[in-house]
């Protein structure tokens, strides 16, 4: 069984940063991927960013979020991070971890992925 656990959401102004985490417990494959995912009301879910975590860490992100937001690691503490600098509001939505053993590499599209997190809220006022 795996879960998966977000925190560090929060409401702030435009232009400000936040760092999300994602917690994993549990028994899990070995070589997988995880990525943060993005979902506005009313709108699909859409990948932000996607790492490599049983391989060697290698990342993707989508074009709406390169230069701004940075996917990162910690082996040791079983957690994934999503740095996010330069917020917009229509960054505003809640934020999903997942994890997944497909066989795509770095895969952003929401069906590739089999384990979620609960979510977090991310609101940025203009």
């Known amino acids: 069984q795996v879960q998966l656990v977000e925190s560090g959401g929060d409401s702030v102004q435009a232009g400000g940063s936040l760092k999300l985490s994602c917690a994993v417990s549990?028994?899990?494959?070995?070589?997988?991927?995880m990525g943060w995912f993005r979902q506005a009301p009313g709108k699909e879910r859409e990948g932000v960013a996607a790492i490599g975590v049983g391989f060697g860490g290698e990342t993707t992100y989508a074009d709406p979020v390169k230069g701004r937001f940075t996917i990162s690691k910690d082996n040791a503490a079983k957690t994934i991070y999503l740095q996010m600098n330069a917020l917009k509001p229509e960054d505003t939505a809640m934020y999903y971890c997942a994890a997944t053993t497909s066989g795509v590499v770095l895969p952003l599209s929401a069906s590739d992925y089999h384990h979620w997190g609960q979510g977090t809220q991310v609101t940025v006022s203009p």
């Open positions: 549990g028994y899990f494959f070995n070589n997988y991927y």
